[in-house]
């Protein structure tokens, strides 16, 4: 095979979007990663992750449908191997704005080992995150194939970025808590939406119109919508169902904001709550506001979760919790609006809270064709605690 | 390792959700499949996309950021392996109702190991998809590993379920029309909320609330809605951008009905086109009739890709058309509305178009920093030739 020769094409003109954020911000991640390269002694290192490719360029686009890599080295700025008509993002608004691209039907690999070559690495020790998605098993073999090949090793460094992005700065706050602002308005307008024989699709039209109206971006994830034995379904979303007297109703909501996210999770009831549902939403609360009080630097993610597991096992709820207390959020593109894979609490895992770790907190009671009962809160962990970053009454909304 | 012994469960209350399919439909993929599998040798079939897994089960969630997997066998109806309160969409809405569930931090790859030996196949020949993304290259070769030392042999078999769902039957057909009816309301509000002065996101708000009280679920990718030099960004879309005089507005838009989709682009301008403007849309729309006119079985997808080319050539645009002319469309799920790796219409694929294909067709020309001017329409391969599903005025719009 003949190698592909490559030109790396820098963005001259205006940015057509400003940044998100400063040089200085850029810069400190850069120089983090490299810190990194050089401690772990890679010659370069390659992202397949949109999170992290946003991270470290600023480069912004859902279309990773097609390859997209970006190649870290020590000295050149970050540079994006892009299908050619996604190379509009780096050239026109990203920090980095260094792109190769490729044709539709070219192969995107035979890019991104030209572009290694050309940055005179090929032959060198290379890192690239082999738990990624969006490269695919096929692919990364082909990768790892051609810098042997080259002369070059590649090796596992899943996490390069990801160790960084779990601890956020007050430019990355900033995202986040105007993220929150978005899901409490968004929340607000749903409850006023709701009333017994709307439907789920009225009332998502009005979540997602206020959101989008209040500057939030598309997410991770849809927002759930749900109304009665729907809400069981984990993760389903609006399907026209009909609002009926007494149907539980339950509410979880992003808001991103320069691709930030917080969440909000709420429920409420059609007409009178019964008893059970009142004593299942006062559980959800107490466990929420037990692991906000539990939080500080330096407790473990089991212990946390751990408070979440005895307050429902007091209650006699403990087959109906069935996963963790929380995940970390902050960058999100889809299919997810969280970065649990980064961090989460939950059993057994004995990593320390830290500051400047944000999280949703999730204590939730599903049982399959009855309801989801859940009330949540995004999270900072502080100096001294951890403080709310969304701010919405902590109780059962009935309408 | 000890091996990991599985349960599978079957959900046996009555469905949540109806299913979207005939019992008939479901069968008939099934069976399908089952023959590809005979044909090729294979003892067992592990999709881990969740567009064949809803094709295959009914398994309907965004919630594969956590592993799940798919297994045919020979006799067993297929069952899903999935994080555990995602199991509530198999057991509560799906066809097959069969699952293995394993928790938020068990290693999923063991649980399926553990159904390959379960159903009796794990030391026979197992096809997967080596090009899926929701694996990732580490698990897809730790299964890999398992299923050697369990005396068998994992060989990839991608594309088992894309053949099948590229053509398109009665009963999907239903759902992508019922797609286009919420593209075109969706773009007509958009249209009315279209004027001077305004901002992306009050038009996508006005958008998004529309497709979503027609009854338009999330879609792969959110609409893309833009306005001025932002349109030339490819795949940006609302943030917040004021409407002024001369904006091109560019809006392509999902409506996506039991996850099957439509889409529709269409562009406008605020005031007075300018001579520039209006011989670009003119060249969109020229292109985009001869390639309709130039469709129809045993067409090969490149000789359609030509007829668009020299469309632009003739106009003096082929510098500003960068991508394919339209790409296969049906299911889907985040990160991508289409299925243009299943079938595209490009340059130099030799494949001839088929009755049942659906596709959306995008013969866009884009200039950095200045707008991206498109007209499309989404379409049906007939036996006669092609029949457009989308139906809206083939012009550009005036605000």
């Known amino acids: 095979m003949v190698a592909r020769s490559v030109k790396i094409q820098e963005g001259t003109g205006p940015l057509v979007d400003a940044l998100p954020f400063t040089d200085g911000e850029y ?4 120089t983090a990663i490299r810190s990194t390269m050089s401690r772990r002694g890679l010659d370069a290192f390659v992202s397949f992750t949109p999170e992290n490719i946003y991270y470290v360029t600023g480069h912004d686009s859902p279309g990773y449908y097609f390859y997209q890599a970006c190649v870290v080295s020590p000295t050149q700025r970050p540079v994006n ?3 050619r008509i996604e190379t509009t993002n780096t050239l026109g608004r990203s920090w980095s704005r260094l792109t190769v691209g490729y044709e539709d039907r070219e192969d995107p690999i035979e890019a991104t080992l030209g572009l290694l070559r050309e940055l005179g690495v090929a032959n060198r020790k290379i890192g690239a995150e082999s738990t990624a ?16 090949q080259a002369g070059g090793q590649l090796v596992d460094a899943s996490g390069t970025v ?8 007050p430019e990355e706050l900033t995202y986040i808590r105007a993220g929150a602002r978005i899901c409490e308005q968004a929340m607000r307008a749903g409850i006023e939406a709701s009333r017994e024989g709307t439907n789920e699709n009225e009332v998502a039209a009005a979540i997602i119109a206020e959101m989008v109206r209040n500057g939030g971006e598309y997410a991770g994830l849809p927002p759930f919508i749900t109304s009665g034995p729907r809400s069981s379904l984990c993760h389903a979303t ?12 339950a509410y979880e909501l992003p808001g991103v904001v320069k691709r930030y996210a917080a969440a909000l999770v ?10 059970e549902v009142k004593r299942r939403a006062a559980a959800s609360i107490e466990a929420l506001e037990s692991v906000i009080a539990a939080m500080k630097p330096g407790v473990t993610s089991d212990a946390v979760h751990q408070v979440t597991r005895r307050v429902f096992e007091k209650y006699g709820y403990s087959h109906l919790f069935g996963h963790r207390t929380g995940y970390s959020i902050g960058i999100n593109y889809p299919p997810d609006w969280g970065e649990g894979h980064i961090m989460s609490i939950w059993a057994g895992d004995e990593r320390p ?13 599903f049982e399959l064709g009855k309801h989801l009962i859940n009330i949540s809160e995004t999270v900072l962990v502080t100096e001294t605690g951890c403080e709310p970053v969304t701010h919405f009454p902590r109780e059962m909304f009935v309408v």
């Not at 810069?27 to 850069?30: A, G, I, K, M, T």
């Not at 990801?162 to 700065?169: D, M, N, P, S, W």
């Open 27 to 30: 810069q400190r991640r850069l």
């Open 81 to 83: 191997v892009l299908r």
């Open 133 to 148: 998605w969006f490269i695919g098993p096929q692919r990364y073999i082909q990768l790892q194939d051609g810098i042997k």
């Open 162 to 169: 990801e160790e960084l992005r779990v601890i956020k700065t």
């Open 238 to 249: 609006w399907a026209g169902r009909r609002y009926e007297g007494g149907d539980v109703l």
């Open 266 to 275: 709420r429920m409420g009831i059609v007409g009178r709550p019964g008893e």
């Open 353 to 365: 809270l830290r500051v400047g770790m944000t999280f949703h907190l999730v204590p939730g009671l």
